[in-house]
């Protein structure tokens, strides 16, 4: 009778760690579906455009600008001297990041920004930015675009170029 | 303080945008590009219907919100004159196609490219979807989400008018 006992008993143990772990595979597959929105980036690493718009414009201390957004928008306007790397909810576009920052000081400045869509919608620069922070850089920031890039960046008169890299 | 103003800046952001193009606005560019299917969708062949010309991608999400609605119309209104043409600014064609295919598209979707993104004054945001009347203008450029209904409301308002 014990021994039936304890083997129930550990039955029972096995079972609810067997589905404990199974629940966990899932919930971690599933949040890895889920698209990284902006709105997870803490305020503190984000960038204003007019205070961007004014570095370049300064010329002085000028950091490294990814364009992490779409190539039909980047060759149509794209901040000058932004290097694009592609849409950053593409895990392509995350090893490229990766390959680019591989020779990169840790204390580079570097500047993010994508502007497809509302800011609450975008999919694209956190990827990149949790991938730049998990490297170790620690000088990263991500341009807060609103609305998209022609309403908070081109119809506002800032720096704009065109055309391939 | 930095929670509430990620708030603030999260709730900012929710809202559509409506512009409204003026009369006397300007026709809209003609157009051949290929489908995601392999033929050819030529504007100008769908002269005298009244189109929703829908910029959008597969990793927009209110992008992806709005093709239900737009498969709902071209089937209830189609036979009235209306006709959905999608423009993927999709880097290539196949995540379009995979999508198109998933839900069930049924009007033409081709990947748009630089030159009639900026014939149609820069495609800088999506989605952004412009409503051509039967006579070719421009009436109606939705930048952003969209209400649906208001939407809607535009095309049977230029579905009524004569061909």
Known sequence: MRATNSKSVLT??????????FSHTLHAQWSQSQPQLAT??????????????????????????????????????????????GAGS??????????????????????????CCPWDRCPNVAPAYTT?????????????????????????????????? | MASVLAIFVALRHNRTRETRVKSGAMHAPDFTLQT??????????????????????????????????????QKRYGDQGLQV??????????PAQKFAHSI????????ANEDVANRYGGILGVPVNLVIARDGTIVAKYVG???????????????????
């Open chain 1, 132 to 165: 730049l922070q998990k490297l170790g850089f620690t000088n990263v920031k991500v341009l807060y675009i609103a609305e998209n890039l022609g309403a908070d960046w081109v119809y506002k008169g800032y720096p704009t170029a065109s055309g391939n890299q």
């Open chain 1, 90 to 115: 593409d895990p392509d576009t995350i090893t490229r990041l990766k390959t680019r920052v591989w020779s990169l000081p840790k204390k580079s400045a570097i500047v993010l920004y994508c502007g």
């Open chain 2, 85 to 94: 043409i999608g423009l993927s600014l999709d880097d290539t064609a196949e």
């Open chain 2, 36 to 73: 995601i299917d392999g033929t050819a969708v030529r504007l100008s062949d769908y002269q005298g219907k009244v189109i929703l010309l829908d910029f959008w991608a597969t990793w927009c999400a209110p992008c992806k919100q709005e093709i239900p609605w737009f498969i709902e119309w």
């Open chain 2, 104 to 111: 069930g598209i049924n009007y033409p979707v081709a990947l």
């Open chain 2, 145 to 163: 989400e969209t209400t649906p209904a208001k939407l809607e409301q535009e095309l049977i308002l230029q579905l009524k008018q004569a061909k």
């Open chain 1, 12 to 21: 029972r143990i096995v079972s609810v760690a067997f589905l404990l772990s």
């Open chain 1, 40 to 85: 997870m980036l803490s305020s503190s690493v984000l960038i204003q455009p007019a205070e961007l718009a004014q570095t370049l414009r300064a010329g002085k201390n000028k950091p490294l600008i990814f364009n992490v957004g779409p190539r039909m928008m980047y060759v149509q306007a794209h901040i000058p001297g932004a290097e694009f790397i």
